[in-house]
């Protein structure tokens, strides 16, 4: 009897590959052998992504070729497993409606696999040696009100600081000198780690005090990734740190400062900025303004050398009046971002902003503003279109 294949096919952003690779050690440890082709599978995983509508269409015409490939070709239709972010969000919608309308849409699937049920217990599979893509973190707490991360998801956890290090200890042992730490919002990572009011103690026995959070209005221990930073560059074998995705309110000083003395942390950083308009910005549940967007660029700048700063953008978000582009037109033209994932708008199902909001700046009028900020950013580059 041969024995059972499985083939993963992965949309979306690196934490869905980092969690591809997840899966497939979950795979083999059931006995599963990797397949090189689809076709040849006994079992085909669909690592799904639900950022924009676009994303979950895609999805479902998979679906439905896997489906009509095998009839065409008079094969048995391998056990389709759909996983990733849309059986996150399906997962977390206590009502059954979601999963109820996944079924429905796409009665040929087999099998809902949530995330959670791999768990993070499950060493990544990779078929790359000299680069790692390391999840720090899963989840996010932010609630920005356009995202569906939050219920797809669920709330932020981080790994243990141990586990990680002694992952990356591992891999560079096995010849591995470049890590990508990822996380949704990577650089708040540890927030969830400490107990209680009196600090978080690290494994080499400092302990971190809480500080004043200003957005949140009480004291919270600040982020652990400057440490964890710290601590992958002094792993011998490993050359270069690289990190996404960051947002502007945990890139703190400390953070700056050790990125500028560490030579192998990348200067290639991307902090997601979303608009430039400071009411918009309020909307979207971002607790930052234009002022301070750039100030914090303008920090980094000073401090790091040859750093070089690349974002996320929305155009066409709810209300977004020409004024309030320009405004983040004018953003862009400050900092002169290395490059930008412009995506437009895409009104999410069970978000804040599809509750509050509508969606009211024509499909026409995003493209005009996506092809205005593409060309004066990415004008040297591909247009980029993928968000975190
Ligand atoms: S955009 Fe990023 S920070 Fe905001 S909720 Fe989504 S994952 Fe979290």
């Known amino acids: 009897m041969t024995s059972p294949s499985f083939y993963i096919k992965t949309f979306g952003c690196q934490q869905n590959l980092a969690d591809s690779q997840r899966i497939a050690s979950y795979y083999k440890a059931r006995g599963y052998k990797l397949s090189k082709t689809m076709k040849t599978a006994s079992e085909v995983v669909i690592n799904t992504c639900m950022i924009r509508q676009s994303a979950e269409d895609r999805v479902t015409g998979l679906v439905k070729n896997i489906a009509k490939s095998a009839s065409w070709r008079k094969k048995n239709k391998p056990k389709i497993v ?21 079924q429905k849409r796409m009665p040929e699937v087999d099998e809902f696999l949530p995330l959670e049920e791999v768990g993070f ?14 999840p720090i973190s899963n989840g996010c707490n932010n609630f920005c009100t356009f995202c569906v991360v939050p219920f797809t998801r669920g709330r932020e956890v981080s790994r243990p600081f141990k586990d990680i290090t002694e992952e990356i200890s591992n891999l560079a042992q096995k010849g591995c000198y470049e890590v990508t730490l990822l996380g949704q919002n990577v650089n708040s990572y540890g927030t969830d780690l400490v107990k209680n009011s009196k600090g978080y103690k690290l494994p080499n026995t400092k302990t971190v005090k809480p500080v004043m959070v200003k957005h949140l209005g009480k004291y919270r221990i600040p982020t652990l990734f400057p440490y964890l930073l710290e601590e992958v560059c002094k792993i011998k074998g490993i050359k270069t740190v690289k990190f996404i995705s960051s947002n502007p309110w945990d890139f703190s000083d400390q953070l700056i400062s ?13 902090i997601a900025v979303q608009s430039g308009d400071d009411e918009v910005l309020k909307r979207m549940n971002r607790w930052y303004t234009q002022y301070e967007y750039i100030n914090l660029i303008k920090k980094i700048n000073a401090k790091i050398y040859g750093a070089q700063i690349s974002t996320d953008i929305i155009v066409g978000f709810p209300g977004e009046t020409e004024e309030q582009f320009q405004n983040t037109v004018k953003l862009a ?11 437009k708008y895409s009104d999410r199902p069970i978000t804040a902003a599809h509750k509050a909001f509508t969606d009211d700046v024509s499909h026409s009028e995003k493209e005009r503003r996506w092809r205005i900020l593409n060309k004066l950013i990415n004008h040297k580059s591909t247009p980029r279109t993928a968000v975190h």
Request: proline content about 3%; charged content about 25%; hydrophobic content about 40%.
């Open 258 to 270: 050790v990125i500028a003395k560490n030579p192998k942390i990348d200067r290639n950083l991307h």
């Open 121 to 134: 217990d499950y060493p990544a599979l990779r078929q790359e040696v000299s680069h790692a893509w390391v």
């Open 333 to 343: 033209k400050e900092v002169n971002f290395a490059y930008a994932y412009v995506s």
């Open 82 to 102: 759909v996983s990733g972010c849309m059986v996150g969000m399906a997962l977390r919608d206590e009502t059954g409606k979601y999963l109820k309308a996944l």
